[in-house]
């Protein structure tokens, strides 16, 4: 029985996406993502005007004449969620923690695919598998994804974003458009996002806290790291200490950034302090712009 409390966040989550889909991200979503698609349907003889990189040089040869293949959108996309909910998500210095606001997001993406007719399926993972949900279609369905996601308690605290992706492939063997949720918190994931990106239309949501990038000089702090449950005492007053502290985690973004973009992978960065509707618009127009 799912808790009272749980399925009013559904509700309130429902409720505030319902809005964005219909008015802003339904559309952009169906430019960008639908078309994208294509499975061979047939062979036919080549007409003046066709292009020629759809010539079938095979049956051409057999039968001694130009044929071309010809290919139809496919009826559905899948889209798979694949969402780390390690503990470094329950981290949050504005109104919300990380781990709430991939929530949301989640949340508007499935709606937006389901209003497409699309199938909509979830990963969720720590530094384990924690919950599988295949892919299907349908509201129903929807709030079942939202419901897991809002539910589910991880066993693990880490995160293995490398370990999530080679079970995708096992588990999806049709292509799909995959959002990977995370604060990329996480080593040794450069091979297994290169295998999935080949198979799969793989977007990576950053979802990063300021205080994650600077510390304020608020004196001496104790920092815990929640996925490993390590704690620091630090002195946030010393100029140094900040700087080197803002020094390393923008050489990490900057090292994460450049690994993405050397395997084409789209990103849209999130942070907790400013909407994730803007970088969300951004993203899906950039695309639409790519593909049209």
């Known amino acids: 029985m799912v808790p009272k409390d749980i399925l009013r966040k559904v509700k309130r989550i429902e409720i505030q996406t319902r809005g964005l889909v219909n008015d802003v991200f339904s559309g952009e979503y169906h430019s960008v993502f639908k078309g994208r698609g294509m499975e061979f349907a047939e062979v036919r003889e080549y007409q003046m005007g066709d292009e020629i990189r759809t010539i079938d040089w095979n049956v051409s040869a ?3 004449h130009p044929y071309v293949k010809v290919f139809e959108e496919e009826r559905e996309l899948t889209v798979m969620l694949v969402v780390d909910v390690s503990s470094s998500g329950e981290f949050g210095t504005y109104e919300r923690m990380k781990g709430e606001i991939a929530i949301e997001i989640c949340a508007l993406l499935a709606f937006s695919a ?3 007719n699309d199938k909509v399926g979830l990963i ?3 530094d384990r598998i924690e919950k599988f949900v295949p892919p299907k279609k349908g509201k129903k369905h929807v709030l079942r994804v939202l419901r897991e996601l809002l539910y589910h308690e991880p066993e693990g605290r880490g995160t293995n974003i490398a370990m999530a992706l080679e079970y995708l492939s096992r588990v999806m063997h049709r292509r799909s458009v995959v959002f990977l949720v995370s604060d990329f918190i996480s080593d040794d994931y450069q091979k297994a996002m290169q295998v999935a990106n080949r198979r799969h239309d793989l ?3 950053t979802v990063t806290d300021p205080r994650e990038m600077e510390l304020p000089d608020i004196g001496m702090v104790e920092l815990e790291d929640a996925e490993t449950g390590e704690v620091v005492l630090i002195d946030t007053a010393d100029t140094t200490t900040r700087t080197m502290f803002g020094t390393k985690t923008s050489e990490q973004k900057q090292v994460r950034d450049k690994l993405l973009r050397s395997l084409n992978i789209d990103t849209i960065d999130i942070r907790t302090n400013i909407s994730y509707v803007e970088p969300l618009i951004r993203f899906f127009r ?6 049209h």
Request: net charge positive; aromatic share 12%.
């Open 203 to 205: 977007v990576a949501i």
């Open 124 to 126: 969720i993972f720590t």
């Open 286 to 291: 950039m695309r639409a712009k790519r593909f």
């Open 62 to 64: 057999r039968m001694g």
């Open 114 to 116: 389901i209003k497409n």
